[in-house]
């Protein structure tokens, strides 16, 4: 089991930053591939962005290249979102998931365990 809890998230204006961290616990960090999610009302959870376990590799959904970073600290069980540039579209609440795998997952069926989310709200 991993238990993962999400922090960071907050009400920020249009073209600001906020940094989601993800602290994980429970069985081996380290060999997780851990990616984000986001959900805003009335639409379906859609990926953001994924890392490996190494942290070498990451990918990103289109709308947010550029803007967003995925970072991990295996040291710190932690995984981070770095979001620059806001926008009013970024409101949703982010959740952090985790897959025991070498392929860095983008669907959400594919991850096997999920934090509890944490809302971000952009302002015009």
């Known amino acids: 089991q991993v238990q993962l809890v999400e922090s960071g998230g907050g009400l920020v204006q249009a073209g600001g930053s906020l940094r989601l961290s993800c602290a994980a616990s429970g069985r081996t960090f380290s060999t997780y591939a851990m990616g984000w999610f986001r959900q805003a009302p009335g639409n379906q959870r859609e990926f953001v962005g994924a890392?490996?376990?190494?942290?070498?590799?990451?990918y990103y959904a289109d709308s947010v290249k550029g803007r967003f970073t995925i970072s991990r600290d295996n040291a710190k069980n932690t995984v981070y979102l770095q979001m620059n540039s806001l926008k009013p579209e970024d409101t949703a609440v982010y959740y952090c998931?985790?897959?025991?795998?070498?392929?860095?997952?983008?669907?959400?069926?594919?991850?096997?365990?999920w934090g509890q989310g944490t809302q971000v709200t952009v302002s015009s």
């Open positions: 890392i490996g376990w190494s942290g070498r590799t990451t």
């Open positions: 998931a985790a897959d025991d795998t070498i392929v860095i997952p983008t669907s959400t069926r594919s991850y096997d365990y």
